[in-house]
């Protein structure tokens, strides 16, 4: 089973190889693969379609939904897996929020699942509105390269609590659930 990733991140690599090397993998592989015991994760550079900073929830899904297609048409996989952070708001709640959205697509099943959502601080929040992105104001605020590469804004705000490439892997289990569950 070829899967390929729609991104040249290695954090969003790291976070479908964690998926799929669970116990739930398995299920996966047979599900979708006549090969069950043979599974590659490749990166796929592809564009999102959307901006450098997706804002909303229907921006970056949609972003996580371009990356996905574009795996597919990109090559001969047999799924195409999309992630895509971005900043959003609640209803309900004040300020915004880094979310996180995934999108699993086998050319004819398109699934979507969510990662957690982290508020983000005043000054980072302000600086995001005003048009700036998250992961290069990450990198300012932290006095560091690449962060986005790395533990992400989410291991940041929490202190390594949360790990970057375990928060998308919660949003591609999520996506997943169609292809290894009986209830959908």
């Known amino acids: ?6 991104s040249g991140n290695p954090v969003k690599r790291r976070a479908v190889e964690r998926v799929l090397e669970s116990s739930r993998g398995a299920d996966l592989a047979d599900e979708c693969s006549e090969n069950p015991t043979t599974v590659t994760v490749e990166s796929v550079p592809v564009s999102s379609g959307v901006s450098e900073q997706p804002t909303g929830h229907a921006e970056t ?5 371009n990356r996905a297609d574009a795996v597919l048409e990109a090559g001969a996989y047999d799924l195409g897996i999309g992630i895509e952070g971005g900043v959003a708001g609640f209803d309900g709640a004040d300020g915004f929020f880094l979310v996180m959205w995934a999108v ?3 050319g004819s099943r398109t699934s979507r699942g969510a990662g957690p959502s982290l508020e983000l601080p005043t000054d980072i929040a302000t600086r995001i509105a005003s048009g700036e992105e998250l992961g290069p104001v990450m990198d300012d605020v932290l006095d560091a390269e690449g962060v986005a590469r790395r533990g992400g804004a989410a291991g940041a705000l929490t202190s390594g609590r949360v790990d970057r ?6 949003a ?4 997943l659930g169609p292809f290894v569950s009986d209830l959908y």
């Open 1 to 6: 089973m070829r899967v390929g990733v729609g």
């Open 61 to 65: 899904v949609a972003g996580a939904e």
């Open 104 to 106: 699993v697509s086998d």
């Open 165 to 170: 490439a375990d928060a998308l892997a919660t």
């Open 172 to 175: 591609v289990a999520g996506a």
